[in-house]
């Protein structure tokens, strides 16, 4: 990295995890769109398989993955304060709570560099829990402005972090739109469904998650058992890995419905598999604006989901999909039932939630508008570029 001539501004991106899910998606998603001759990007991930690190280096940009779990905290820590110094960045962006501090803590070795710190998911201050409170009220006075990616989560900033509404910021998220044709879409859907042994006629509910409690994966899969009779041909795809796997695939049979469920594991390609969906279901307890109800709307899928976090700004009940609230069976089949009962409903809710996709929720439009957060973040630093 020669970064001593440039006259760009270097801004340095560190998230903790590198497996590309929906935060990272995002991350990648800037990495792509950035104006190159105005600013110079950067890389890190706390720990990770490494799969965003790679992403990012075969675009040309400077990468490190500490290893803080792989190896140890403090050797993480060397290897950061390296990369910091060789970079040499005017701005740090740290998204999530790891991140945050990390890059907080940099600014006592670093003055001058500003930092614009974040949060994706949405916590009442309850579940934030003491710790993540705390840590957040004590050290966000390090930032130069803090970003959520709705407004639900940026007020919720201000009540459980106390954060000043003076220094918040909301970008919400932006996904790069899709351009297949529609004899393409046909194709890679029936490629895909002929992969996982599904039947034109099946009815396929899809879930792109890790298995997290918050998730869900539990309702989904209840959901189903109690559809079944009426739906025989319902199947569910469930695309995400996570610790819980062998728990919920012991209840997909104990509910009835485990040769129905298929459980994909970890997928780098989890959004083309979403062309064998016919709907697309979230019940999560616990969100922020999720970048794979997007990644749905725009593969034309109606929305099943609950009103949590930012999903309502995403999903327009019914207009692009139906919404429950979180935690409640039995209006959450409903809208199911109502949605595999109907193949019109389905394809004009998918088709308005595409349109949707691509008039407010683009990954041009969220880029330019983390550029001129770069831009007000190393304008507050009055510093001159090199």
């Known amino acids: 990295m020669d970064n001593k001539k440039s006259k760009k501004i270097r801004v340095l991106l560190i998230t903790p995890d590198s497996q590309i899910c929906g935060t990272e998606q995002r991350i990648y998603s800037l990495l792509r769109n950035i104006n190159r001759d105005k600013f110079a990007l950067g890389l890190v991930t706390c720990f990770g398989p490494g799969d965003l690190v790679e992403a990012a280096r075969n675009l040309g940009i400077p990468a490190m993955n500490l290893r803080m779990k792989e190896d140890s905290i403090v050797a993480g820590l060397r290897r950061w304060k390296g990369f910091v110094a060789e970079f040499n960045p005017h701005v740090l962006q740290s998204l ?181 969906m016919d709907l697309f279901a979230l019940p999560s307890d616990v969100e922020g604006e999720p970048v794979s109800v997007l990644e749905a709307m725009d593969a034309m899928l109606p929305v099943v989901s609950t009103r949590t976090g930012g999903i309502p700004d995403l999903v327009q009940a019914e207009h692009t999909g139906l919404l429950s609230e979180p935690g409640q069976l039995d209006p959450f089949i409903r809208n199911l039932d109502r949605l595999l009962d109907s193949s019109v409903l389905r394809q004009t809710m998918g088709e308005a939630g595409r349109q949707r996709v691509i008039t407010h929720f683009s990954a041009e439009r969220m880029t330019q508008e983390f550029q001129r957060l770069y831009e007000a973040c190393f304008a507050m630093r009055q510093i001159k570029l090199e």
Request: net charge positive; proline share 3%; charged share 25%.
């Open 96 to 276: 999530l709570f790891y991140s945050n501090l990390l890059a907080r803590m940099t600014r006592f070795f670093m003055r001058d560099v500003a930092v614009l710190s974040g949060i994706s998911t949405v916590y009442s201050s309850r579940e934030y829990g003491h710790f993540y409170a705390w840590g957040e009220r004590l050290t966000h006075r390090l930032d130069s402005l803090y970003v959520a990616n709705s407004m639900v989560g940026r007020n919720e900033a201000m009540r459980a972090f106390r954060i000043p509404d003076a220094k918040l910021a909301v970008v919400h998220n932006g996904i790069e739109i899709t351009h297949e044709s529609e004899k393409e879409y046909h194709k890679i859907r029936d490629e895909i469904r002929e992969d996982f042994g599904y039947e034109r006629h099946h009815l396929v509910v899809g879930m792109t998650a890790q298995l997290r409690p918050a998730k869900r994966h539990d309702l989904l899969i209840e959901a189903a058992a109690q559809l079944k009779p009426k739906f025989p041909t319902l199947r569910l795809l469930l695309i995400g890995g996570g610790e819980p796997l062998e728990r919920l695939t012991q209840l997909a049979h104990a509910k009835g419905v485990g040769a129905e469920t298929c459980f994909t594991g970890y997928r780098a390609d989890a959004r083309r598999l979403l062309h064998a």
